[in-house]
């Protein structure tokens, strides 16, 4: 418990950090930082597997590329213009409209009491195994949907990348 | 746990010193020198002479670098990598067995690809136009070449049906708890449950795991950012890469590093390929060399023949790994790319659906 409470803190003042820091390159390490924590709180939860898929997807592939990206810009030059009042003040009523919603969500969510469960739950629910069952009987056609998805996606990237007649190859 | 720990500590610092000093020799070797030869006999203590010269050299950051990005960017290379080796069983039974964890290799390959950021930030912090390009080359490379990686655990982990490293490993030989069948097919009726050593092992099992190997092979070494794929530290071309501005111990921290991945890389295909811990003899009649050379799993006498099995095999892969260094030359950007995209990540694919179909025949 007491280990929870310090990487709730920890988390959250990552999180601050992305917001707060001047630098592009250290806003998105900061939200690497975050992504690591959250994966510490699948751990406490025993949902083992999400934890793993939110390193590798998020932490190892979704900020790297943000990373390439922002480092290839010449910061310096391209300072974004987006310092203008108009802007801060569409960005706080929008993150202040997100809060609003949470709040108002949890505080309608019944959270269910152990000992409304039975007295009883299941540890290995997080499990690789048990996911695997559930995704493929319970959810299958959802999860057969979300495959082509990807599927026409990793295409279109393909076909976006590919080379044009004619066009030299280096 | 605790032991597994400070083993795997000890085992990373070992690697490095036996590492350089071998690749010395070895590289000496195959272009007909003699290597080093001045400090110590056959140069045993050069590699202590050159880590006591990189202890005492001064830690440099350039003045326009981005301090702590900079000072901070080796030490997450090393802990990637280091983390890695937390679900890596060293031995059978409980004693060299650091993290249970059921995740086991998802675990590994998740960790180890956080090595990229800590590359980045180096490449990045350093203000240095060769860093940051040896930066961006690693990270395209290693990208990349996590999907062929990616896609040849997943032909193991079908075979074996388990993410466990531990229960990967049991699998291949006597302690198996199922039986295991010639060619892992049990209406072929040849049991060799019993009979372990290498017809156990998965490579036996699932025939096709030998191609299946050469691909793991080839992506693992372009993981380490070893030659043939070091474009990301090309010396001809970029000075020295990524790491052009490290010096002194944290240039060491990084080098480290890049010693510890080949080990781990090595333990991997060990473990997932070549019967991880297992010795390669089988019993034949009452001649029980499975049994001999195994031991008991949680007896002392156990726990030290399995370590000394895989050790003994990871090295082996090290030591290929060098061989390939210093026999093939770098391969070119467009190449490489080529390499992972069209010829290694397709056939990696056929391997999937092979695997696959094995299961089912294993049944």
Known sequence: MQFWYFLT???????????????????????????????????????????????????????????????????????????????????????????????????????????????????????????????FRDYLLPFELVSILFFVAMVGAVMLGKREAGERNF | MFIALIVCLGLILTNVVVGVYSERKISAFMQDRLGPMEVGKYGLLQIFADLLKLLQKEDIVPKLADRKLFLIAPCIIFIAIFAGFAVIPLSSGEYLQGSKAEIGVFYLLAIVSVDIIGLLMAGWSSNNKYSLFGAMRAVAQIVSYEIPLGLSVLCVVMISQSLNLQEISTQQGIFSSEGNYLFGIKSLGIDVSAVGGIFTWNVFRMPFFFFLYIIFFIASLAECNRAPFDIPEAESELVGGFHTEYSGLRWALIFLSE????????????????????????NIGSVRLADWTNGEPNTIAGTLAGFFWLIAKAYLCVFLQMWVRWTFPRLRVDQLMYLTWKVLTPASILFVVLSGIWRMLMN
């Not at chain 1, 250290?26 to 930082?33: A, E, G, I, K, N």
């Not at chain 1, 569409?90 to 809060?99: C, F, Q």
């Open chain 1, 9 to 135: 803190a920890l988390t959250l003042l990552s999180a601050l950090m992305v917001v707060l820091s001047k630098n592009p390159i250290h806003s998105v390490l900061y939200l690497v930082f975050t992504f690591f924590c959250i994966s510490g709180h699948y751990v406490l939860l025993n949902a083992q597997f999400l934890m793993a898929v939110n390193i590798i997807v998020y932490a190892g592939a979704i900020m790297v590329l943000f990373l390439f990206v922002i480092m290839m810009l010449d910061l310096r030059r391209n300072m974004p213009d987006s310092k203008s009042n108009l802007t801060k003040l569409a960005g706080a009523i929008l993150g202040g409209t997100l809060l609003v919603i949470l709040v108002a969500v949890m505080r309608k969510t019944q959270f269910p009491q152990f000992s409304q469960m039975g007295g009883k739950f299941d540890t290995q629910t997080g499990m690789v195994e048990n996911l695997g069952q559930v995704l």
């Open chain 2, 259 to 282: 010693y510890g991945m080949m080990l781990l890389v090595s333990f991997l295909g060990v473990i997932l390929f070549w019967g991880s811990w297992y010795s390669p003899f089988p």
